[in-house]
Structure formats: structure tokens, C-alpha cells
T-cell receptor, first 118, second 114 residues
Framework: AQTVTQSQPEMSVQEAETVTLSCTYD???????LFWYKQPPSRQMILVIR??????QNATENRFSVNFQKAAKSFSLKISDSQLGDAAMYFC???????????????FGKGTSLLVTP | DTGVSQNPRHKITKRGQNVTFRCDPI?????LYWYRQTLGQGPEFLTY????????KSRLLSDRFSAERPKGSFSTLEIQRTEQGDSAMYLC????????????FGAGSRLTVL
């Protein structure tokens, strides 16, 4: 089974500063997708960023970027210019890119709670 | 389209009662997923539908749980003879079409079993 590990239960960052959330995963697959989802308090999960494993270039979405190290099976999320609205639980997730019955279900880590202070 | 809709948002029940949750996915999405999320944990996969066919079930889905997706539209998740350990947030997600790689989640249905 593909496991996802987020070793930081909580992180704190000051407004306008940069923070990096860590994620490692375990897989024997060569082709897969990785995601970061954000879950604000009492609100639904939304996609932050995704990365296809076959792409060497790190994905970027505005203030959010990833550092994807395939050999090390590491997928960290960097949030630049942090804003108060970034405060949420952040989940790293893994999905194999194909499979007859897998349905592309995601395996999630336990999450990192991000606190943003003024 | 207003996204993935889940009802009820919160259900409080007594141990031993049956409960049913409903999920209305995004209309053009053919794939639908149920996840369970307990406090302090990430979502755990329960089951997956492609159209009306239930193609995969997690070992977490005991025989007290049943899910359906008649006509490949909305889905229901029923829990029979609820136990306190069933208390959790039940999340529904859907995907399909151009963004088949990305799950869109609903706000969840929180179950509290007393």
C-alpha cells in the first residue's frame, strides 16, 4: 500500500513570511500524482496544487510551490507571502495514475495544521 | 453547478440506530468517492463508484455500511446499527471530465453517535 507521511503535526508562520510543509511517501510505482489539499476549519477540502510524477519541473500556483524529489520520495509545499487566510489543515495525498478498479482513490497523510500569526 | 453537496451536514444519533447520508456530485462527474475522516486524521478511503457501479470497497467498510449510486447520479451511504466508533466526518468527492485527476470534495456530513 502506498503510504503518505506528514511529520509536522503543526506549523506556525508569520504573515508575509514563507513556510514549508513536509511530505514523504512510499510507493513502488513509477507513475503517479501527488496533491496538496487545504481544509480550512469547518470548511470543505480544496485543491492547492498537484504534481505529475513524470514531470521534472516543480508545480507552482501563485504563492504555492512544491519541491518534488522523486528519488527521495519527498513532496514539500512552500507557501510564500503567507496570509491569514492560509491558516488551515494541509493534507498531502498520493494517487496512482492508472488502475482498473482503483478508481484513482487518494491516500492522504495525517495533515499539518498551519497557524498564521499577524 | 454548485459543487458537491452533502446532506445532512450534521447528524446526532443514538448507538444502534441507522443513519443515511446523501451526496450529490457535480453533474458531469462520473466518479464518486466516499471517505471517512476522524479527528486529527486525514481522510480514509471507503468506497468508489464509476457511474452506478461500485468498483472498490475499503476494508474499513464493514458489513454495517452500504453505499449505493442508483442511475449514476447521487449516492447514499447508510450505516446500520451505529457504534460510537462510527463518529466521524463522512466526505464525498467526485471527479470526471477534463479534471479527472482532481477530486472535488463536499463539505462533509458529521456523524455523532451517543
Amino acid at each position: 500500500a502506498q503510504t503518505v507521511t506528514q511529520s509536522q503535526p503543526e506549523m506556525s508562520v508569520q504573515e508575509a513570511e514563507t513556510v514549508t510543509l513536509s511530505c514523504t511517501y512510499d510507493t513502488s510505482e513509477s507513475d503517479y500524482y501527488l496533491f496538496w489539499y487545504k481544509q480550512p476549519p469547518s470548511r470543505q477540502m480544496i485543491l492547492v496544487i498537484r504534481q505529475e510524477a513524470y514531470k521534472q519541473q516543480n508545480a507552482t500556483e501563485n504563492r504555492f510551490s512544491v519541491n518534488f524529489q522523486k528519488a527521495a520520495k519527498s513532496f514539500s509545499l512552500k507557501i510564500s507571502d503567507s496570509q491569514l487566510g492560509d491558516a488551515a489543515m494541509y493534507f498531502c495525498a498520493y494517487r496512482i495514475s492508472y488502475g482498473v478498479n482503483s478508481g484513482y482513490a487518494l491516500n492522504f497523510g495525517k495533515g499539518t495544521s498551519l497557524l498564521v500569526t499577524p | 453547478d454548485t459543487g458537491v453537496s452533502q446532506n445532512p451536514r450534521h447528524k446526532i444519533t443514538k448507538r444502534g440506530q441507522n443513519v443515511t447520508f446523501r451526496c450529490d456530485p457535480i453533474s458531469e462527474h462520473n466518479r464518486l468517492y466516499w471517505y471517512r475522516q476522524t479527528l486529527g486524521q486525514g481522510p480514509e478511503f471507503l468506497t468508489y463508484f464509476q457511474n452506478e457501479a461500485q468498483l472498490e470497497k475499503s476494508r474499513l467498510l464493514s458489513d454495517r455500511f452500504s453505499a449505493e449510486r442508483p442511475k449514476g447520479s447521487f449516492s447514499t451511504l447508510e450505516i446500520q446499527r451505529t457504534e460510537q466508533g462510527d463518529s466521524a466526518m463522512y466526505l464525498c468527492a467526485s471527479t470526471g471530465g477534463t479534471w479527472a485527476n482532481v477530486l472535488t470534495f463536499g463539505a462533509g456530513s458529521r456523524l455523532t453517535v451517543l
